[in-house]
């Protein structure tokens, strides 16, 4: 991860989330499966790191599987990838609470950064304003497509941004996604690859 995470407002990961509820110190974010050259690496962000980063951001957002769950230890509370971002010193956090669907997902996102970063409306009321919305388009009218993500962490805070801001997130947002689709594929792709060639010997 880069140095300078620390002097962000807005972290953004779109990406998958390992969940583990009986050990959640196993949990952790896959950044990568590959090196710059393509082969293959551990690229899992694990908990241990993630509590030992030192952040300012006013928001992360957790654009994975259930990333807002987690296992509820006695006097910490629920421990897990949304906790683990909080102690590091991200105000807020939104992450999810299921296995989200990723065209559906995207759609929410955009809605969440325009109301948030154009209209001025807190992380809290931008989701509620994004998930309206969503409700609306009939492919995604079910909970499943719209209710997973929630808001953890402070309700009410304002994030100011340049005006001119909103593109490069907006850019920024959309290669991501690009880029771990693209890099999913890779590696589902293998995976079959490899249990094709396990049935054949």
């Not at 993630?50 to 769950?69: G, P, R, W």
């Not at 996102?109 to 009939?138: C, E, I, N, V």
């Not at 996604?177 to 792709?189: A, E, Q, T, W």
């Amino acid at each position: 991860m880069s140095a300078h995470l620390g002097e962000y407002q807005i972290l953004h990961f779109a990406t998958h989330g390992l969940l583990d509820n009986n050990h959640p110190e196993l949990s952790g974010i896959v950044l990568t499966m590959v090196d710059k050259n393509g082969v293959d690496r551990n690229g899992v962000m694990p908990l241990h790191d993630i509590y030992n980063m030192d952040l300012s951001a006013e928001l992360t957002v957790l654009s994975a599987c259930q990333t807002a769950l987690g296992k509820d230890i006695k006097g910490e509370g629920l421990v897990g990838l949304s906790h683990s971002f909080i102690s590091a010193g991200s105000k807020t956090v939104v992450a999810s609470l299921w296995k989200v669907d990723d065209q559906a997902t995207a759609t929410l996102m955009a809605d969440f950064y325009q109301s948030m970063l154009q209209k001025g409306r807190s992380p809290a009321a931008a989701l509620r304003a994004a998930k309206l919305k969503l409700m609306q388009d009939k492919r995604w009218s079910a909970p499943y497509f719209w209710a997973g993500f929630v808001v953890q962490g402070e309700y009410t805070n304002h994030i100011a941004v340049e005006n001119n801001a909103w593109r490069h997130l907006g850019v920024i947002v959309l290669l991501s996604l690009l880029l771990i689709s693209c890099g999913l594929i890779v590696f589902n792709v293998r995976r079959r690859r490899g249990s094709l060639f396990a049935r054949r010997t």
